[in-house]
């Protein structure tokens, strides 16, 4: 699979979108696993796709990478068709999939040196980019070593420097960081940002919101065979309520003035009163809803003065991913309610 861009370099830019679907439907027998959906990835940008377990997002991303034909709808990738022109995507695209496609019983040199040959690279080429990309994903030390001996976080790294040795402009990333520690999570985003700076377009899966919200220009959450939400992280946290403002007290006199406070203000509905609070009379704390304006905070604020109120604590709760993904995916959390709302 020939190139016209080689790692490290710039690759050559992708006119239009890097990929675009409309209507994209995928059945195994009777069960309906993409429902239609459409997608629109500028180049150069991060996608991140988020679902529940079985959501269908190994399926977009098999669809889109060719190994798998959809059963409806069309898509470009790299502006080639993958129904009519599978070989244009797959010179365009690097796939790292969700379980790992190194060998472990060969070296990870040889396995990128393997992944030269299929790229057709002369022998001289392909020990070049084996030995740039080893070098930057910091296996230089690791690369004669049987692949089988690596730490999951090392493996994972060879998988996508084995994704990049044929230069290319849009990499598929299915759970790139899944199973690894927050250290090998965070360089590995590191190396993420490092492929978007050279113009790469990356088409991510993640079960972490935090993961999507670190990296992703767009994110679209999946649910029930269709997309369920699409937009930036903060429009997607804009969607659904929960942001507030708490207030903690540590001396529980104060804490019980604010709240019986902050009631009467309710019921009475005095004008510029801050509307019903929730308790929480463990912690000593109360919650305001807001939208966490700078206008709206400066009314609770001169309110709170104004009542005298004075809280030992302060913070502003916006809505985080979490609470956008439990919103759209109907899902609940495990083992504890659901954070910020008692
Ligand atoms: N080859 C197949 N034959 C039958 N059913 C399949 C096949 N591949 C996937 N499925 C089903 O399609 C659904 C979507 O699977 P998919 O692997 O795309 O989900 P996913 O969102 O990637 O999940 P995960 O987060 O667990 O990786 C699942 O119910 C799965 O069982
Ligand atoms: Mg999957």
Known sequence: MPTSSRPGGRPSPTT???????????????????????????????????????????????????????????????????????DGVRAAIGVTGQFSAVDGLITGEENMLLMADLHHLSKREGRRVTAELLERFDLVDAARKPAQSYSGGMRRRLDIAMTLVGGPRIIFLDEPTTGLDPRSRHNMWRIIRELVSDGVTVFLTTQYLEEADELADRIAVLNDGRIAAEGSADELKRLIPGGHVRLRFTDPS??????????????????????????????????????????????????LDSAGIEADELTVHTPDLDDVFFALTGSTVPHQPRKDVR
Request: no cysteine; proline share 6%.
């Open 16 to 86: 239009g979108p890097a990929v675009r679907a409309v209507g994209l439907r995928k059945s195994y027998g009777d069960k309906t696993v993409l429902d239609g959906i459409d997608l629109h990835i500028p180049a150069g940008s991060v996608f991140a796709l988020l679902g529940p377990n079985g959501a269908g997002k190994t399926t977009a991303v098999k669809i889109l990478s060719t190994l798998i034909a959809a059963d409806g709808g069309q898509a470009q990738v790299a502006g080639h068709d993958v129904a009519t022109s599978p």
């Open 254 to 303: 104060a804490y019980r003035h604010a709240a019986v406070t902050l009631r009467e203000a309710t019921t009475a509905r005095a004008p510029g009163s801050a509307p019903g609070a929730a308790v929480d009379d463990e912690a000593l704390a109360l919650q305001i809803p807001s939208d966490g304006s700078q206008r709206e905070l400066r009314s609770l604020l001169d309110w």
